[in-house]
């Protein structure tokens, strides 16, 4: 049976290692505060934080305001239908080939992964004149900016072997790498090596660690012990104060 779902997920793996943010900083940046009072009592405000569950993605990432605009801020959207793709077969730095729209027929490298809604991004391919800064007495600046391509139809991986389009296939080597095959000449395409580009570094191997880093070391040393004391008991017992005070009789119960 194939399932079915839309647009109300979390984002795609792929579409965020290039921004190499935490998951938890993702999630908590997709979530909603509300202020709300609680029943029969106006002067307290308490505060709700709510996850989105109906978030809507698009070439904005989560992290910008764009997005911010379009889920808290626009009410009327066009909700599609999403089929997720079990095995996803498109990453930076792979040479497609695009079927549609005025391009159809030429070549280009994946520029930009949204996994959410099957889209990739070709570098200089598939673009719209947007007009930037248009006043009175001001024609503005025309930019043509890349437009999201659906890879389950409107792109196909070009083959390596002789640079035409192809369909693939995962498969598995006699040493048990699971590697991506062409239908068409039966040679393996093998994945970039940009598809581990972030914006810090080019690859993970040749990164140099920076004076703003935080090293292994650093990350590992133990700094804080739990203790069951109060801020105040922690204080006395560092600068070794004696409590030599006597409480008096209470007798509230």
């Known amino acids: 049976m194939r399932l079915i779902t839309t647009l109300f997920g979390k984002m795609g793996e792929w579409s965020k290692k290039y ?3 935490p998951d938890r900083y993702i999630d908590r940046i997709s979530e909603r505060v509300l202020w709300r009072p609680p029943p029969g009592k106006p002067q307290y405000l308490n505060r709700k934080i709510v996850a989105n569950r109906k978030l809507y993605y698009s070439i904005h990432r989560p992290w910008t305001t764009h997005f911010q605009f379009q889920n808290w801020i626009l009410k009327h959207r066009q909700w599609y239908p999403l089929e997720p793709i079990k095995d996803w077969s498109f990453f930076r730095g792979d040479r497609v080939t695009v079927l ?3 391009d159809k027929g030429k070549q280009g490298i ?6 959410e809604r099957n ?10 004149a947007v007009i930037f800064d248009k ?3 001001f024609p503005g600046i025309c930019r043509r900016i890349e437009q999201p391509l659906l890879v389950n139809v409107q792109v196909k991986l070009v083959d390596p072997s002789d640079l035409n389009a192809t369909s693939i296939e995962w498969r598995y080597t006699e040493q048990g790498e699971r590697v991506r095959v062409s239908l068409r000449t039966g040679r393996i395409i093998p994945i970039p090596v940009t598809s581990k580009e972030t914006v810090d570094y080019k690859s993970p191997d040749i990164y140099v660690e920076q004076a703003k880093d935080t090293t292994a070391d650093d990350v590992k040393e133990l700094t804080f012990e739990a203790k069951l004391k ?6 006395m017992d560092k600068m070794d104060i004696k409590e030599d005070r006597i409480p008096k009789e209470s007798y509230w119960y």
């Open 19 to 21: 921004a190499n943010l």
């Open 119 to 128: 889209w990739i991004i070709v570098q200089g391919l598939n673009t719209k």
């Open 135 to 137: 006043r009175k007495n």
């Open 110 to 115: 994946v520029h930009d992964i949204i996994q």
């Open 230 to 235: 109060t801020f105040e008991m922690d204080i």
């Open 100 to 102: 549609v729209g005025p």
